[in-house]
């Protein structure tokens, strides 16, 4: 049972989405507590947010003279005016869903604010990775009442993603931006 849950805390560490869909449905096949398995994702996402961002500071400090640390701190600031704060948020958020925990906070090393307040937009974005990732390991059949049930579900999330993509770009466009996503 221990060779279980380490083999579950490699995989969610690395987080690859095939081995990661199989960990998760292998948990559930093998009634693992799941309150268990989110509670270890969970230690797991903090503690790879925190190696990222830690590793990102220390190659800005150990090589602040080099090209590569200076291009991306020009990257960084120019990315930040271009995008103001409502869209740097929302662009955090994509990033925590697409991009691997560590990876995603080594960039945002190079952003202006601390740490703690970029790290929570990051784990909302891997937050829904994590529920894709069960969603896929259970199935939609099984988690929902039924095909036409899971394709209302998924058509309603499109609907509801596309109305705050063109309410965040309409006001990105009009330069109206709110203090905080």
Request: charged share 15%; no cysteine.
């Amino acid at each position: 049972m221990l060779t279980t849950w380490l083999t579950l805390a490699l995989v969610l560490l690395g987080q690859e989405a095939v081995t990661t869909s199989a960990a998760l449905f292998e948990a559930d096949k093998l009634g693992l507590n799941l309150w268990g398995v989110h509670a270890l994702w969970l230690v797991l996402e903090i503690f790879d947010l925190m190696l990222g961002y830690a590793i990102g500071k220390l190659v800005q400090r150990r090589y602040a003279k080099s090209r590569f640390v200076r291009r991306a701190e020009r990257v960084a600031r120019s990315l930040e005016k271009r995008m103001g704060r409502y869209g740097r948020n929302l662009i955090l958020i994509v990033m925590g869903f697409f991009l691997f925990p560590y990876l995603s906070s080594f960039f945002v090393s190079w952003l202006a604010d601390p740490f703690l307040s970029l790290a929570p937009l990051l784990f909302i974005g891997d937050a829904f990775y994590y529920a894709t990732e069960w969603g896929i390991a259970l199935g939609a059949l099984q988690t929902s009442a039924g095909l036409y049930a899971a394709l209302a579900a998924l058509f309603g999330l499109a609907l509801l993603f596309a109305f705050i993509t063109k309410l965040v770009s309409d006001r990105m466009l009009a330069g109206d931006e709110p203090d905080a996503l």
